[in-house]
């Protein structure tokens, strides 16, 4: 609670692949995961928290995290099969791009109900550009959004956006298209945890053999020349910066790589990579996974370098926890470092060049034709992109040489940290966001509205996954009718029903079948009457909760425990019919 009023809330939706560093294949987007997650809980000021998740065994996950980040507020549970109850916070937090399949989803109950905020993370890949495209074609509202956390990679957004209506106005002509709200919000750090502390610094240099006179260099992410940054123009940068400034005597520049090899091959090729480009830099790898690393490696450093050259980078955590850590910083002038680094100010950033289109159709062509899996696509990608070494070696010659620089840019690097990138000012502007979608939900019209609410209607209200029983109706002879007539099969007992319910061919379905309870009050009611219209006996044991019971008469009589006769059998009142 801040100001005694609740802030705008939103349900969260839990999967914990999304939120949790403790995994051997660590990457950006479970770091910018929890890093939410925990900004939320200790910034957001709400007096609920609301998780959305498929099982109450995830739900009590998000329970046990949240409560480790210091929540102390009552936490409700939102289960996947209930998305209605989305209404109560009005909002939903979606930790990826894909607001097209929640939308649909939506659509079965009531569009304006809430909204769905998505947040971009990687969108080189196929399938993410086909859910991009595919926001064009969902019942996708101006009260939805997706967070791009950069400049850059909304641009890119924007130009897949571009090219499917070109498209689809080619192929059914004039589209008007509805899209999500792409606000520019960058993801952040809590500050506060890269706090300078002198002991720990000297811990970690004499753990690493870091003199008082020798400059280190940071770089924390991933160890992998295809899928974040290729290391040589790094190494290459920093051996060239020697000549160009050489430490004082006895003095030795160290570089620290903390992050993780996918494999032993790509290890070989970095520590050899190194050896071979900068003989006379000090190289350490540490392994970024493991928390003392990742939380404590920063005070270590004097410059914290990130040259990277991937298309999978879209915003760059790491640059803004070395910003934090009060490190400057020298990387590529890439996508979303553009939106973090102040060249000249926090540090330098380097140029990049790569070819225009149509350049890269044969990567392209060779990636859909499956030639080349995923991680060759982005891999070759990169290699046709180049950061100036020239120029990377002159920006740590800077700072290599110039003790006073690296405290100065560094200080201002800090100071923009917490003023723009801190959790507390993060979460704050995304609650704005939900605050500004709640009022577009009051005010503006609702794009591809149910024309009413009759069942066939909303059966295909959800396109993509529509009700079965709609779209292949012309495949049975019959259809299950309100007075269609129901009666007990000989033989049929309430033992009978829980058998045939609990035998191996059909426990696998009883998340969608009735009740056991609710099926032996339908035999009682039978038993008693003789016979009964469905929709009457359903309402007499399950009023207000029947559509369960009511499509379950069908398993009934599938496992002959009921007869259904077609409406034509039925009298006035079958009530009481013998």
Known sequence: MQGGMPRPNAAIYYARDAYDTSRPHLMGRHSAGEGFLRGFVRHGGVDRLYCYARHAGDAQDFAKRVQGYGASVPITWLPFA?????????????????????????????????????????????????????????????????????????????????????????????????????????????????????????????????????????????????????????????????????????????????????????????????????????????????????????????????LSDNLQETFGLSPIEGMAAGLPAVVSDWNGYRDTVRDGIDGFRVPTLMPPAPYGMELADRYDLEIDNYDRFIGFSSQLISVDTGAAAAAYAALIGDPELRRRMGAAAAAQARAAFDWRVVVAQTQELWADLADRRRLLREIASLPDRKPDTVALAHLPRPDPFRVFAGYTTAMLQPDSVVSLMPGTTPEAIEARLKSPLSDFAVQILPALADMQAAYRHLAASGKLKAAELVELVAPGRSERLYRGLVWMAKMDLVRIAPPSAATPSTRGAS
């Open 82 to 306: 209930d998305p209605q109850r989305l209404a109560e916070p009005g909002c939903l937090f979606y930790p990826t791009v894909g607001v097209d399949e929640l939308a649909w989803r939506r659509r079965r109950h009531d569009q304006r109900a809430y909204s769905v905020v998505g947040i971009t993370h990687t969108i080189v890949s196929g399938a993410v550009m086909e859910v991009i495209a595919n926001w064009l074609i969902a019942p996708v509202q101006p009260w939805d959004a997706v967070i791009c956390t950069s400049k850059a990679v909304r641009d890119a957004v924007e130009t897949v956006i571009e090219a499917q209506t070109a498209y689809l106005g080619a192929r059914l002509g004039p589209v008007r298209p509805s899209l999500p709200q792409l606000p520019v919000i960058p993801l952040g750090v809590d500050c506060d945890a890269y706090r300078t502390d002198s002991a720990m610094r000297a811990a970690w240099r004499q753990r690493l053999g870091i003199g008082d006179a020798d400059v280190a260099v940071l770089f924390l992410g991933r160890l992998s020349f295809h899928g974040k940054a290729h290391p040589v123009p790094m190494y290459r940068g920093l051996q060239q910066a020697l000549s160009r400034q050489p430490l004082p005597a006895g003095a030795r520049l160290h570089l620290i790589q903390a992050g993780w090899f996918a494999n032993d091959a790509i290890e070989r090729a970095f520590r050899d990579g190194a050896k071979a480009h900068c003989p006379d830099v000090v190289c350490h790898f540490l392994d970024g996974r493991e928390t003392d690393v990742r939380n404590g490696i920063w005070q270590a450093a004097d410059i914290y370098t990130s």
